[in-house]
């Protein structure tokens, strides 16, 4: 018989099987995940950290991938700080999310209370060289601004529209009548003033788009004799000065005379002392801030280790005086004790006119105790005007005393409605210790054998501070200092007269207040959080589609700017660009 | 075998489970990266990285706990877990990394990696249901793999011991033909499409033979034919008892692999 294929396991074995353990092959794995790890630790500290990074750098900082050090630190991860280090290198804190915070409320408590927020939250590295680091996901904005577009609210100029003056009395219809007289076509009339400069329209200059009709020989007008003591030295008849009885004149007034602008701010500083001593102390003051962050703008990536120790032990002992200042800040906020040291004035008090004042000043106490309201804006800008002008009293009276009155002038204008002094202080010490962070930071990364960054920002910023501190010392060389004395009535009529003769040919432009020339504020952009360029939007209407009737516009207040629905007409869906990024910017610009 | 059969899984419920789980995490994914910021070091990214990489040291430690499966379950219930938490797991790695393809070498070897060993895990779990099958349904030898080449041995003796006493032309076709095919396993991946594939051709020779042969020597053939039939089907076995073993060298060297950048990953994390 055939031999059949028998069904199942055929016959037995004679020897002992033993399978084949999986055991082996699990070691083996993970033998291969362990030298792999093992590889992947070397070559991180062997320093070559390119397979293990999460992926290329950008185009710009591909000079550093290597050396993971410059922005990531130890158990940190990409510190803030090692972004300002390149970026910031001057310390204004204008990257952080603060500063983002108050360019967009302007509100000092909401941006000292706003949470820290890491560079790399929305700037995410290691996506290739080509990646755009500033191009940012929209819903960073979104998570804490409204959901989209649409839903964009009103611009704040139109939701609380001002009425506030440009500095000039200037008609539109006026202008565009004028083009239109000298054959102009009215569609272009607009861009006679205001010209396509660099995708955007240019700055309005005197010289350069009004003098041709204003000052046609040179000259805005004449100044009528004027008493002597009221401007300033008069210079020679061939420079339009004549002098007789006692006056000046001038015959021949250059826009932005300075014999004119001087002679103004002299009789300013007599009428009104508070306002001028108050516009020279912020000035002043803003001096004093450019100069120190001057100071520190020299990056610390050029300082030796030597000069960086001396700036730790400079911030330690400014953060340690701040601390003292806000101690006796606190000591001297107990409101029972302020209450007792009005109530010993009070009984000291001798005359009824001085008792009066100290029962006021105990009444507003009380009231500020009982309800701790704090000072309106008004009140605010009016106790900050006195302190200026007692400061530059003391100024004027002891020389010696400019470090301190420096120093107060410092605080006093940094000082902002609705905050109170040790919020002040607090927010002050909070930046010198961030400042001693970075300083520290770098300490350590010199250590660590890094190498300083390129100064090429910093030169940029530093640039920028001098030109700052150049156009300051500019306004301030205007404003001369000069002992404020009382002036008798007939003194101030006089002077008052004066004025307007002066102002004479300036105000047939310039609004002038307090015998100041309001700032010009022409053309300026409204949408002051914004980005808004003309020249893609002169591409697709015309100017008059957005600024509605602005041809026939008598007043020079008139904003004629369309509201957030006229954007949406474009900025829709399939159209023009939605994202936050078009229009906003989230870091301040440059010396907000 | 019917595709059916092959895709239908032990426990639907628990591919079921596993399926809302998937869904539930993209649907979060989608719902968190639409209302704030997606980062994978931050929040839900976090999150999702954080469980991913929990799972994947879970499913590691399967070849360690599956033995002593009792008394916490049954090893059928720890090979489920195995499977379907290797599943969320990759769908928790999609979701770390955004739905985006990484931008670095780690990221991809990692993302690779992932998918590599939870696709060879799937693959194998469909070998396991497939090939145990197909061995019951088309063949009639049952053999223990590692008995195969003992098994293919005295089958080769028996032959031997057939053709002894055979004529010239049966001797010679028998030692040019028929014993370098029984004196060695032959594996081949194409018993995995088809367990009886091969046999008819492989035959033929012998149908051929017999025109040559007297009766006495048909006999042998016959014979000889059976064991060609018989060792055929130890060959299948061999080779998809082989595949069903061996596909562990794709599925478990990555996973430690996986392993070894997944520390390196969550220690760079830390560091950096």
Not at chain 1, 434 to 461: F, H, I, N, Y
Not at chain 1, 500 to 525: D, F, M, Y
Not at chain 2, 31 to 59: C, I, N
Request: charged content about 25%; aromatic content about 6%; hydrophobic content about 40%.
């Amino acid at each position: 018989m055939a031999r059949k294929v028998a069904w199942g396991t055929p016959g037995k074995s004679t020897r002992f099987l033993k399978p084949r353990s999986a055991r082996t092959l699990v070691l083996t794995g993970l033998g291969l995940g362990a030298a792999l790890g093992a590889f992947y630790l070397a070559v991180g500290v062997t320093g070559f950290r390119g397979p293990i990074a999460p992926g290329s750098v950008t185009f710009p900082h591909a000079p550093v991938e290597a050396r993971c050090q410059e922005c990531h630190a130890p158990r940190v991860g990409a510190s803030n700080l090692r972004c300002q280090r390149c970026h910031d290198p001057s310390g204004a804190g204008r990257l952080t999310h603060s500063a983002h915070v108050l360019f967009g409320s302007r509100d000092v408590k909401k941006a000292a209370a706003a949470p820290d927020l890491a560079c790399a939250r929305c700037h995410v590295e290691h996506r290739g060289r080509a990646a755009q680091l500033a191009q940012v996901d929209q819903s960073h904005c979104l998570s804490c601004h409204f959901p989209s577009f649409a839903s964009h609210p009103e611009f704040a100029v139109l939701r609380t529209p001002s009425r506030e003056t440009p500095g000039l009395t200037f008609t539109h219809e006026r202008h565009v009548q004028e083009y239109v007289k000298r054959g102009v076509a009215a569609g272009d009339t607009c861009v006679k003033c205001h010209e396509p400069q660099n995708r955007d329209l240019a700055r309005i200059e005197f010289d350069r788009h009004c003098a041709s009709c204003h000052a046609e020989q040179g000259s805005v007008g004449i100044v009528e004799p004027i008493p002597l003591d009221d401007a300033l030295p008069a210079g020679s008849p061939s420079q339009g000065f004549d002098l007789a009885r006692g006056q000046v004149s001038k015959g021949v007034v250059p826009h932005r005379d300075p014999w004119v602008r001087g002679s103004l701010a002299r009789l300013r500083h007599d009428l009104d002392p508070a306002g001028y001593a108050a516009e020279r102390g912020t000035l002043l003051a803003q001096l004093s801030r450019l100069r120190r962050r001057l100071a520190f703008a020299n990056p610390l990536a050029g300082l030796d280790p030597e000069g960086l120790k001396q700036r730790e032990e400079v911030l330690l002992s400014e953060i340690k005086g701040l601390g003292a200042r806000l101690s006796a800040q606190a000591a001297g906020l107990d409101p029972q004790a302020g209450l007792a040291r009005v109530a010993e004035a009070q009984a000291a008090a001798s005359g009824p006119e001085a008792s009066d004042l100290a029962t006021s000043v105990a009444e507003q106490a009380q009231s500020k105790v009982a309800g701790g309201a704090p000072l309106t804006p008004l009140e605010h800008e009016a106790r900050r005007r006195e302190l200026l002008s007692a400061l530059d009293a003391i100024e004027s009276a002891d020389p010696e005393l400019v470090s301190k009155t420096e120093d107060l002038r410092r605080r006093v204008t940094a000082l902002v409605p609705g905050e109170t002094g040790v919020e002040m202080l607090t927010r002050v010490r909070e930046r010198r210790e961030t400042e001693l962070l970075r300083v520290r930071d770098e300490m350590d990364l010199r250590r660590g054998g890094a190498a300083p960054p390129r100064s090429a920002v910093a030169a940029g910023q530093q640039r920028a501070i001098e030109t700052e501190i150049l156009a300051t010392e500019a306004r301030l060389a205007e404003l001369p200092e000069a002992p404020a004395r009382a002036l008798t009535a007939e003194e101030r009529t006089r002077k008052e007269e004066s004025v307007e003769i002066l102002a004479t040919s300036c105000q047939k432009c310039h609004e002038i207040k307090n015998a100041a020339l309001a700032p010009v504020t022409a053309a300026r952009h409204v949408l002051v959080r914004a980005r808004f360029v003309h020249q893609p939007h002169l591409l697709q209407a015309e100017c008059l589609r957005c600024h509605k009737g602005i041809d026939t516009s008598k007043d020079s207040r008139d904003l004629t700017l369309p509201g957030i629905q006229s954007c949406r007409e474009c900025h829709r869906p399939q159209g023009a660009s939605q994202t936050c990024q078009s229009c906003h910017q989230f870091h301040p610009p440059e010396l907000p | 075998m019917r595709l059916g059969q092959i895709v239908r899984p032990k426990r639907p419920l628990n591919l079921n489970l596993t399926a809302i789980a998937c869904i539930f995490v993209l649907l979060t994914y989608f719902v968190v990266s639409y209302r704030w910021p997606f980062s994978p070091k931050h929040g839900a990214g976090l999150v999702f990285g954080v469980t991913a990489a929990t799972l994947f040291v879970f499913e590691m430690l399967y070849p360690a706990r599956r033995p002593r499966a009792r008394p916490l379950g049954t090893a059928q219930a720890w090979i489920q877990a195995h499977i379907y938490m290797g599943a969320i797991a990759f769908c928790l790695v999609l979701a770390h990394s955004g739905l985006s393809w990484p931008h670095g070498a780690i990221g991809w070897l990692l993302l690779l990696l992932s998918f590599w060993t939870v696709v060879s895990g799937i693959v194998g779990v469909w070998l396991q249901k497939f090939i145990p099958a197909s061995l019951a349904e088309g063949l009639q030898v049952e053999a223990v793999y590692e008995r195969i080449p003992e098994l293919v041995k005295q089958l080769l003796d028996e032959s031997d011991g057939l053709v002894t006493e055979a004529g010239d032309v049966l001797d010679r076709f028998y030692r040019n033909e028929v014993r370098p095919s029984l004196s060695k396993v032959q594996v081949s991946w194409a018993f995995l499409f088809d367990v009886r594939g091969g046999r008819e051709r492989a035959l033929e020779p012998f149908r051929r033979v017999l025109r040559f042969v007297d009766e006495h020597e048909k006999a042998i053939v016959e014979d000889l034919m059976a064991i060609y039939q018989e060792k055929m089907e130890l060959d299948a076995q061999r080779s998809l008892q082989g595949i069903l073993r061996r596909w562990l060298i794709l599925h478990v060297p990555a996973a430690g692999l996986l392993m070894g950048l997944l520390t390196v990953h969550i220690v760079s994390w830390i560091l950096y």
